[in-house]
């Protein structure tokens, strides 16, 4: 059994604000071991029901945060960028799952540090007319890819928004949101445990066939904060402009996914907001 975490930063354990989780802020070096604690809770968890390879991408900010020498030694790392698949690197249809550990609520949400894939510049984002974040375009994604979403630990509001998305995915509320940098935290050790046991649990669940994936073209929209950014995305053939700053595409995913990502390179290079995850 071949097994696929997709590691974010904002859900992990214990952390509550950008300073757990940006290079340079104060808690960060700490926040990186607490990172790499939930992901070798998720791995005991895949191991203990019969993983034979479990591959973690590194799917948070400089995509450099979990430390190599503190993971789990079963699991093999996917470090570094650029990635042109972001948050599901490596991800092929040979896996038999995937695990999102860590993740967190889209943009507008009150969770634990929501957003969408930047700071502040993606305002709001839609696949087909269903609002969307990282939670939701990473499952569909990955459903496209023929593989799927079977468990997610994060706050209660990012375990709130996969039910809703798909409500056969396990979910772990590793912290109570009470609003986007404060939370109610469990004893650490608590919180680990129960990644762990619903790692195992979701992996030893019958989930009968291949994942639901949207057959047929999809529509991606995202509506930036700035005009600019989607007056310079109009150049990319296919591109439409729903109003002054908000661009739709039509497409199928994986391949839409990895257009996105161009998307917030040029974002980037105009706002000097890097990609955040
Ligand atoms: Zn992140």
């Known amino acids: ?72 030694p079963a699991a093999r790392l996917v470090r570094g960028k650029p990635k042109n698949m972001i948050m599901l690197e490596g991800l092929d249809a040979t896996f038999d799952a995937v695990l999102c550990v860590g993740y967190h609520s889209r943009a507008g949400t009150l969770g634990v540090m929501s957003h969408t894939f930047m700071g502040h510049e993606i305002e709001d984002m839609w696949l087909e007319d269903r609002p969307v974040g990282e939670i939701g375009f990473a499952h569909a994604t990955a ?24 409500a056969t995915v396990t979910c772990v509320a590793v912290k109570h949101a009470n609003d986007r940098f404060a939370a109610e935290l469990p004893p650490l050790t608590e919180a680990r445990q129960a990644i762990e046991t619903a790692v195992a649990g979701s992996l030893t669940t019958q989930h009968a066939g291949a994942p639901t994936a949207h057959s047929g073209p999809s529509t991606l929209t995202v509506r930036w904060q700035s005009a600019s950014v989607a007056s310079a995305l109009l150049g990319i053939p296919g591109v439409t402009l729903v109003d002054s700053r908000t661009v739709q595409a039509g497409g199928h995913l994986p391949g839409l996914y990895r257009l996105f990502g161009v998307w917030t390179r040029v974002a980037t290079a105009l706002t000097n907001q890097a990609p955040y995850c």
Do not use: F, K
């Open 1 to 72: 059994m071949r097994i696929y975490i997709s590691a974010d930063m904002e859900g992990i354990t214990g952390l509550v604000d950008a300073d757990d989780v940006q290079p340079g802020g104060r808690d960060y070096e700490r926040g990186r071991v607490m990172m790499t604690e939930d992901v070798n809770a998720a791995v005991r968890g895949a191991l203990a029901a019969g993983a034979t390879t479990v591959t973690v991408n590194d799917a948070h900010g400089p995509m450099r945060n979990l430390l190599p020498e503190l993971l789990h």
């Open 143 to 166: 459903a496209a890819i023929g593989v799927r979403v079977v468990m997610l630990s994060g706050d209660d509001t990012a375990c709130a928004e996969m039910n809703d998305w798909d």
